[in-house]
């Protein structure tokens, strides 16, 4: 008996034989089969039936009937099993439901609960009443809108935890919560020094801004930004100045920043929405009058998500910022008690707006001496105490650290060696717990095993030249990291009437040699005739800005005039191609400071007369040979010290910024003060057999000479700083 088609289909029917038998049945045109076939496909498609019915071939209808049966048959399967899911989870909802229900009754009955939504807002409201009338009335209005909003919402939707978030945020504020000053200067005095080394300066800025402060009750004005090179304790001095308030410390980085919204919060239609960091800090410090240190300010971003800065300088400027709105929480929110405190390493790069409402103070590095005593009274006991290693089990000789401040860490900061103390304290550490208790032995660090801590020093090389051949001049200059010597080189010859200037740039040596060889003629080969078809070029490379091209031009036009003076047949600046060149191409440097020793580089290779040993200057030259004053006189000073210069040219108009400095600062060097560069160039070339000028222009050359103190090493370091390459610090 062949078994029906349904019955076929559920046994999964695929069989050879078995269709054989089915192919033979159902070709016959019985009336009765056919019913039979209609009934098994009652729920096929009318046009699948119609399709069956007209097929003339047997084999080809009878496949078409199997077809629309496996195909009725698999949907039926499916209807059941969805059928049987969506059962099974009504009845868990179903259960989950009754439960809570009855969970909610019971605790109801029990009076052990009031309903989750009233209690939520039954909690906001307790938290606003405790606030009293601290809340300015706009707030206190916001947030009875949102509790009345809250408690039409179904606790179940996404608009309910919305405004629930934002109620948290509005009531976690501490309205009119402050933490009280300490108005004894006394002990503040006591406790910025507690913390930091020297900087008398920028302490006694802080304690005449704080004088202010707790006379007028408030700290309205403006706002303090620490400016300097890294590692020289800005942020640990916003720390400290908190700790001398008696304040909370907030501090967050504005480097790199670019979103708008993360100092003024998301708008509240963003999914995700978060107020500012201003607001953030509030909430965590729960004062309304912290210190909040935000970090380079020099490095904010500026891009399609807005402008930073304005936003910066809407929370900073104690003229708006009483009622400052952050777009998530858009109620008005006092800042003015908070003291706002900046960090930069430049001031070129904070927006003029911004740093108009600012009162700068630089930190311009320190000298070997103040870093010993750094290290000796801060770094070591720190270092060691933040690794646990005991005091009498650990003693680094004094030689060792000089070595370290000397060969390992020649920075304008401490940065550095602190992480050199910290490697070596942990390498003590490490061989401490290596040992037991009773054997352990103190651990001496000496120059002979330095080597074994902390590796071979970085900066073994000397200074970019020792002793500089002609057409090189040492400059002084002032970067994001201190202050750095600077060489200007000049090269150039005067090319053959075929030669165009390619070639002879081609043929210039763009770095002179260090032997001092030179492609430059000989003066008395610069004063035979020359081609005049050539005509001079100038070419300038070591990524100079706009004002910095401008001064190379300048120093060439002044260098030509000044020759024709002082030996009228030497015609080589008139005819020459020239390249000046100025070392470390990497480093962006601008700036009209060059001026000088861009002119006297010039001038030692038309001359072929180096300018004297260890000498460095810096100034503005004008096209009348006038030196106008520079900016950074102690960062130069400084490095000058570290590079092993002795003599240093300034312009007349900063002698008072040197006189300025501490002794101990200027100790060993001699500094000559001039305002015009008649006097520059006889300094320079002073017994270098060069021709020298019959009178100077200038008023009377100042020189200062300040004798080493008692016990004070003479010049302790050499060799530029490897760092500003890599970093990319714009020389000035
Ligand atoms: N005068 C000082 N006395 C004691 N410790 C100092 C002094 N100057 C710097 N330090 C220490 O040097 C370390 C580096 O200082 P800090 O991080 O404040 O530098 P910074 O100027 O903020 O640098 P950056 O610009 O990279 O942020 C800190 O541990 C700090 O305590």
Not at 72 to 81: A, F, I, K, V, Y
Not at 232 to 252: E, N, P, W
Not at 637 to 656: C, F, G, H, I, Y
Not at 703 to 732: D, K, N, R, W
């Amino acid at each position: 008996m062949v078994a029906t088609m349904k019955e076929l289909l559920k046994m999964q029917f695929v069989n050879k034989d078995q269709f054989e038998q089915v192919i033979k049945y159902y070709s016959l045109d019985d009336p009765l089969k056919l019913a039979d076939l209609a009934a098994g496909m009652s729920s096929a498609p009318r046009q699948d039936l119609q399709d069956v019915l007209m097929c003339e071939d047997a084999t080809e209808r009878l496949r078409k009937v199997l077809l629309i049966l496996k195909k009725d048959l698999e949907s039926t399967r499916l209807q059941s099993q969805f059928r049987t899911q969506i059962e099974d989870k009504f009845a868990k909802e179903n259960k989950k439901f009754i439960l809570m229900q009855q969970l909610r009754y019971i605790k109801r009955e029990l009076n052990l609960e009031r309903d989750d939504k009233q209690s939520i807002i039954a909690a906001f409201k307790e938290c606003i009443k405790g606030f009293g009338d601290k809340i300015p009335e706009e707030a206190a209005k916001v947030m009875d809108q949102e509790l009345s909003k809250l408690g039409t919402l179904e606790p179940q939707s996404a608009e309910f935890n919305v405004c629930r978030t934002y109620l948290e945020w509005l009531t976690a504020l501490p309205w009119g919560k402050f933490s009280e000053d300490n108005t004894d200067i006394e002990k503040a005095e006591k406790i910025l020094n507690e913390d930091h080394y020297s900087l008398e300066d920028v302490k006694e800025r802080i304690l005449e801004h704080m004088a202010v402060s707790f006379l007028k009750g408030s700290v309205h004005g403006k706002i303090m930004c620490l400016v300097g090179p890294p590692g020289v304790g800005k942020t640990s001095i916003g720390k400290s100045i908190a700790r001398a308030l008696d304040r909370q410390f907030f501090r967050f980085s504005v480097g790199g920043l670019h979103d708008v919204s993360e100092i003024r919060g998301h708008r509240r239609t963003y999914v995700g929405a978060m107020p500012g960091k201003i607001i953030q800090a509030l909430k965590i410090k729960q004062v309304s009058n912290p210190v909040i240190l935000v970090d380079e300010v020099d490095k904010l971003g500026r891009d399609f998500r807005g402008d930073p800065s304005s936003a910066l300088l809407e929370v900073l400027d104690p003229e708006q910022n009483s009622a400052f709105r952050d777009l998530y929480l858009d109620v008005p929110i006092d800042l003015s008690k908070v003291l706002f405190i900046c960090t930069a390493n430049v001031t070129d790069t904070i927006p003029g707006p911004l740093l108009d409402r600012m009162e700068v103070i630089r930190l311009a590095g320190y000298v070997y001496e103040e870093k010993l005593a750094i290290a000796n009274q801060y770094l070591i006991p720190q270092t060691i105490a933040t690794n646990g290693v005991p005091e009498d089990l650990l003693e680094l000789q004094p030689e060792a650290l000089a070595e370290l401040i000397r060969d390992y860490a020649r920075e304008a900061g401490v940065r550095e060696l602190r992480k050199l103390l910290e490697k070596i304290t942990r390498k003590v550490a490490l061989s401490l717990v290596r040992v037991e208790q009773e054997a352990r032995e103190r651990s001496t660090i000496s120059t002979e095993n330095l080597r074994k801590f902390v590796g071979q020093p970085p900066h073994s090389s000397e200074r970019l030249f020792q002793e500089a051949p002609s057409g090189v001049a040492m400059g002084l200059a002032w970067t994001a990291l201190g202050g750095q010597t600077l060489f200007v080189e000049a090269r150039g010859r005067v090319p053959a009437s075929s030669e165009s200037m390619a070639d002879a740039t081609l043929s210039l040596d763009a770095t002179a040699s260090a032997d001092g060889t030179s492609d430059v003629p000989s003066s008395s080969s610069k004063s035979s005739p020359r081609p005049r078809n050539a005509g001079p070029r100038m070419k300038v490379t070591g990524k100079l800005g706009k004002v910095m091209g401008e001064s190379s031009e300048i120093a060439l036009t002044y260098a030509r005039i000044f020759l024709r003076e002082l030996e009228p047949k030497n015609e080589f600046l008139d005819h020459a191609h020239i390249h000046l060149n100025m070392p470390e191409g990497a480093t962006p440097k601008d700036g009209p400071s060059a001026g000088v020793t861009m002119t006297s580089a010039l001038l030692s290779m038309a001359l072929d007369r180096p300018v004297k040993r260890d000498m460095a200057m810096t100034g503005e030259v004008t096209l009348t040979g006038k030196v106008l004053r520079v900016g950074g006189i102690k960062e130069k000073t400084l490095a000058a010290r570290r590079e092993n210069v002795d003599k240093l040219v300034l312009p007349m108009s900063n002698q008072a910024d040197y006189l300025e400095l501490k002794p101990y600062l200027r100790a060993g060097l001699t500094a000559h003060f001039v305002d015009h560069y008649d006097d520059v160039y006889r300094l320079a070339f002073e017994d270098t057999g060069a021709p020298m000028p019959s009178g100077s222009r200038g008023s009377d050359v100042v020189t200062v000479v300040t004798p080493l103190e008692e016990g004070q090493l003479p010049i302790f370091m050499t060799g530029a700083s490897g760092e500003s390459a890599t970093t990319g610090a714009q020389v000035q």
